[in-house]
């Protein structure tokens, strides 16, 4: 399946090897170019062994039914989205809307939850997303895929644009895919090149997992796996990087409507008195703007959350085409409420005896410039006890360390 995840590889001077057998320095990952806005890898830096451990750790807690692997590669597209901060704030914006639509399709088919977040590597949560080669929509679907897996393309809709519908052929495939490989990184890879090339690459190494037939594969998908870890990474610690989610436009209560006639969409807005362009990116499959039901196949259309008398005056807008709209005032949207911060239940403090006194356990975030001796004596501890506490963080007393890390005092 070809996706608008599409790489052009530079070509190295040195030779690239698994990277987990890489000397952080001496790795290099690919540069990636792509023909469209879904976010782009670059060039990865050098990775300092704290960084390793730390972003590993980080992943594994997080880990559920896909393996969140680390290695350089992954590493490299942690450091390219964590620099794109307006980026990944706009899809967490973005996610309040469409993350509910996946997440229950996801749910009913059996599909991990997190497997979620692969849309933003496809299309960076945008439905009219096109690529070059002709995939569409927000999970990137070709013509002839999507028709194997129920969407329907006519001159009125293409149902590769509607996210509900996608959604529902997305995890469909993806359950195809891990029914046959049995690893849902390889189900997730074969969402990028097809089921066949993964088939293949497995074939030739007799091996059963990704990073065995990562080179085997085409180029594409040889980033696009890591970009999943790196993005699922990002999404669940975006706080440490100094992401800050932004408001949405759709981050609203929608509702549908079922009609079973061609009705506009711009007869739609004025009935509700909103922008032309805010029905249309709530109903992106409708590529003429026009709602094609009929009696025989009616179609929804997603509107905002409405008070009644408005739905009185889109009903009458639909059942009569021709009768005039009335003037009406903007209408307020119903925001989708931000979901509660978890609560931790409070545990009991036990102090603990250090240098002949007594600490009370605590965690400390690293601000830039912070060392451990600094934190040591900030905090009257003994800068070997530090180290003993945080083994990841290295030994290097006078080293600063990377904003945003968790240094244990008094545990670990």
């Known amino acids: 399946m070809k996706r608008l995840f599409t790489f052009i590889i530079c070509v190295l001077s040195l030779q690239i090897v698994k990277a987990d057998n890489v000397e952080p320095a001496a790795f290099m990952a690919e540069i990636v170019q792509q023909d469209t806005n879904v976010l782009l890898p670059a060039v990865q830096t050098p990775v300092s062994v704290y960084q390793n451990n730390i972003f590993k750790r980080r992943l594994d807690s997080v880990q559920q039914e896909v393996p969140l692997d680390y290695n350089g590669y992954v590493q490299a597209y942690i450091d390219n989205y964590t620099r794109r901060k307006d980026e990944m704030g706009r899809m967490m914006g973005l996610s309040r809307y469409y993350f509910p639509i996946y997440e229950k399709a996801f749910k009913e088919a059996g599909i991990p939850d997190e497997i979620k977040y692969l849309s933003i590597v496809e299309s960076a949560l945008n439905p009219n997303a096109i690529s070059r080669v002709g995939a569409a929509g927000p999970w990137q679907f070709m013509s002839e895929t999507a028709k194997i897996y129920g969407l329907s393309m006519t001159d009125y809709v293409d149902e590769r644009r509607d996210p509900v519908q996608a959604s529902n052929a997305a995890a469909a495939y993806l359950k195809d895919a891990y029914q046959q490989f049995g690893d849902w990184l390889l189900a997730i890879a074969s969402y990028n090149c097809g089921k ?151 545990m009991p403090v036990q102090k603990v005896m250090v240098a002949g006194k007594l600490v009370t356990p605590t965690t400390h975030t690293t601000k830039r410039g912070e060392t451990l001796s600094g934190i040591a004596s900030q905090y009257g501890v003994k800068v070997e006890d530090l180290m003993r506490w945080n083994k990841s963080l290295g030994s290097n007393t006078t080293l600063p360390l990377m904003p945003g890390l968790t240094v244990n005092i008094g545990q670990g």
């Open 196 to 346: 066949s090339n993964v088939l293949h690459a497995l074939e030739q190494t007799g091996t059963h997992d990704f990073w065995s037939i990562r080179e085997l594969l085409p180029a594409e998908t040889r980033g696009y796996v890591p970009a999943f870890i790196a993005i699922n990474y990002v999404m669940k610690y975006h706080k440490y990087h100094y992401i800050v989610p932004q408001t949405g436009n759709l981050a609203i209560v929608t509702d549908t409507v079922m009609v079973n006639k061609f009705v506009s969409l711009n007869r739609v807005a004025q009935a509700l008195g909103m922008p032309l362009k805010d029905i249309c990116t709530l109903n992106p499959s409708y590529r003429q703007q026009l709602v094609n039901g009929t009696a025989a196949v009616p179609r929804k259309i997603v509107i905002p959350k409405i008070e009644n008398d408005r739905a009185a005056i889109l009903r009458k807008a639909i059942a009569d085409i021709s009768a005039p709209i009335p003037v009406l005032r903007p209408i307020q949207y119903i925001a989708i409420a931000p979901p509660p911060e978890p609560v931790k239940p409070a």
